[in-house]
Nanobody, 125 residues
Framework: QVQLVESGGGLVQAGDSLRLSCAASGRTFSTYTMTWFRQAPGKEREFVAAIRWGSGNAYYAPSVKGRFTISRDNAKNTVYLQMNNLKPEDTAVYYC??????????????????WGQGTQVTVSS
């Protein structure tokens, strides 16, 4: 059974950094795309960043490109989201997701089969 467990969220000030982790277990993820979504209060869940586990190719939403970096550690079966220069509009619950999908749909939340429980990130101004 696939399990995704996020950690690393918290309360920070604008301009600070945080690193989120997503520990994955239950199968081999070498053919999977691992993705971070986020959901702010009253808003739809939106794509943040994705990484193809095998190739390491990464994809970003325009709103976070240049500030966030997604990476994976094969030995630890963990995906990270390094978030720098955080802004109040980055405040949301961040979710890790996994699926075997093509590059063309990495930003579509309905393409993902497996989800973590989420971790709260709050950025104060």
């Amino acid at each position: 059974q696939v399990q995704l467990v996020e950690s690393g969220g918290g309360l920070v000030q604008a301009g600070d950094s945080l690193r989120l982790s997503c520990a994955a277990s239950g199968r081999t993820f070498s053919t999977y795309t691992m993705t971070w979504f986020r959901q702010a209060p009253g808003k739809e869940r939106e794509f943040v960043a994705a990484i193809r586990w095998g190739s390491g190719n990464a994809y970003y939403a325009p709103s976070v490109k240049g500030r966030f970096t997604i990476s994976r550690d094969n030995a630890k079966n963990t995906v990270y989201l390094q978030m720098n220069n955080l802004k109040p509009e980055d405040t949301a619950v961040y979710y890790c997701a996994a699926a075997q999908i093509s590059t063309t749909v990495v930003n579509r939340r309905d393409a993902y089969h497996y989800w973590g429980q989420g971790t709260q990130v709050t950025v104060s101004s």
